[in-house]
């Protein structure tokens, strides 16, 4: 008999786990394999790996006849943690964009005043704006998001009181307002 295994990926998160299944025709009997070790109790055509490792699965089809699958490595992932580099916040809008950046690198910026990878003030304008950064993985474990609240504030005004007039020579005093 022909057999192989067939699966999703060969990746797997803390605490989850992956169906492989023995695929070939007429096969009758199996005996599934991790890490150069007969796996006790699994044989049935499908089997649920929760470790990392090497697994392969013996066969008999329903001819008698024997063979063995070749070698399927499975590797486990480490969870990612999702970082935002931190952006300041802002007096007023008149400054140029801030450049966003975030690790693992391969994700999305979003939120008001972002565009691709930059946060504008002025498009933003006056209030408390969150930028997220979201990477999305193949897997649970390799998807993550990072949020921040970047506060616009209006800037100050400034009140000098009525206009004077001012003759050569002499001096004024102006009491300022904020």
Known sequence: PVVAIATTGNQLCPGASLQLTATGTKL???QWIANGQNSVGDTNKMFIATKAGNYAVAVIDSNGCKAMSSLTNLEMVTKITVKLD??????????????????P???????????????????????QHTITYTVTGNL??????????????SPPTLDLGADRDLRKGSSITLNADL
């Open 86 to 103: 931190s952006v300041q916040n802002f007096c007023g809008t008149a400054f140029v964009p801030v450049v966003l950046k975030g690790t």
């Open 140 to 153: 649970s474990c390799l998807n993550g998001e990072a949020k921040q609240i970047v506060i616009i504030g």
């Open 28 to 30: 009758k009997s199996f």
């Open 105 to 127: 690198a391969g994700g999305v910026f979003t939120g008001n005043g972002v565009d691709n990878a930059t946060f504008d003030p002025k498009l933003a304008g006056v209030g």
